[in-house]
């Protein structure tokens, strides 16, 4: 998608999150409400709702996209 639309803002809206771990930005709405905002690396720093949601996944997913989940805090 990135060398398709490099020009264009494209809304994306995914059940497979780990499609949006290179999204330029993640918006995470609850209710209709943005909660949180930034980029992946941003948003598991920010260990909010959807460092959260990222990590389950991850972790009770059957591969799902993910190589290996690292919850080192150091």
């Known amino acids: 998608l990135a060398r398709h639309f490099s020009?264009?803002?494209i809304v994306f809206i995914s059940h497979r999150i780990s499609a949006?771990?290179?999204a330029d930005r993640i918006v995470v709405l609850n209710r209709g409400v943005i909660e949180e905002q930034g980029t992946h690396d941003h948003l598991m720093?920010?260990?909010?709702?959807?460092a959260?949601?990222?990590?389950?996944i991850a972790v009770t997913t059957d591969g799902g996209g993910f190589s290996s989940?690292?919850?080192s805090t150091s």
Do not use: A, E, M
Not at 52 to 56: E, G, V
């Open 7 to 9: 020009h264009q803002t």
């Open 20 to 22: 949006l771990k290179w």
């Open 45 to 50: 720093t920010n260990r909010g709702q959807y």
């Open 52 to 56: 959260s949601l990222y990590n389950t």
């Open 69 to 71: 989940v690292s919850t």
